[in-house]
């Protein structure tokens, strides 16, 4: 099974900060896809195939990463983007999640 | 649009069968492509994905619950299913079903809270 570590765990950035999470494969793996998840709401998807900005989601999230390093970047931080952030693989079985990074505004 | 909703019974014993059906609308699993992936999320914890089903019936699970899961659907009736034996307090999480195109989760249902309790 392929391990997702993120970092942070928990995070505050004030508004017009850029933000970055990281997430770390235990095995390298070919894409990543990041979800960002609001409280008390299903996660919704931010990115996939690793840079690719999902439908509708604001140009100011990026990816980026290879084999085992991976980032998810808010360029500049918006009280709305405060959430719980998941990066998530399926390279290989299991399809596997990171435990979370929580982003708080300051 | 895609829509997808979950329903289940809420509150079960442990060592019961939960039963859970996802009915969806905006696209068919018959379509060369589409999946449809189940996910849970224990209060406060993160997500931990469970089993997928696909439009040629493929199937996949989650090893650590494998022998626990079934997976199925039922594509005239825009529904996919999840059966999952023998409960115990652990399997108590919110439920999600999502569309799977590739190897993510693009429409996801708004989720069913399960509760296993004696």
């Known amino acids: 099974e392929i391990v997702l570590t993120q970092s942070p765990t928990t995070t505050a950035a004030s508004p017009g900060e850029k933000v970055t999470i990281t997430c770390l494969a235990s095995s390298s793996v070919s894409n990543m896809y990041w979800y960002q998840q609001k409280s008390g709401a299903s996660p919704k998807l931010l990115i996939y195939s690793t840079s690719s900005l999902a439908s509708g989601v604001p140009d100011r999230f990026s990816g980026s990463g290879s084999g085992t390093s991976y980032s998810l970047t808010i360029n500049t931080m918006e009280a709305e983007d405060a959430a719980t952030y998941y990066c998530?693989?399926?390279?290989?079985?299991?399809?596997?999640f990171g435990s979370g990074t929580k982003l708080e505004i300051k | 649009q895609v829509t997808l909703k979950e329903s289940g019974p809420g509150i079960l014993q442990p060592s019961q069968t939960l039963s859970l059906t996802c009915t969806f609308s905006?696209?068919?699993?018959?379509?060369?492509?589409?999946?449809v992936g189940w996910i849970r999320q224990p209060s406060g914890k993160g997500l931990e994905w469970l089993a997928n089903?696909?439009?040629?019936?493929?199937?996949y699970y989650n090893p650590s619950l494998k022998n626990r899961l079934t997976i199925s659907k039922d594509t005239s009736n825009n529904q996919a299913f999840l059966k999952i034996t023998n409960v115990d307090t652990a399997d108590t999480a919110t439920y999600y079903c999502a569309r799977q195109t590739g190897s993510s989760f693009d429409y996801w249902g708004q989720g069913v809270m399960v509760t296993v309790s004696s």
């Open positions: 905006g696209f068919s699993l018959s379509t060369y492509g589409m999946g």
């Open positions: 089903i696909w439009w040629d019936d493929d199937k």
């Open positions: 998530q693989q399926w390279s290989s079985n299991p399809l596997t």
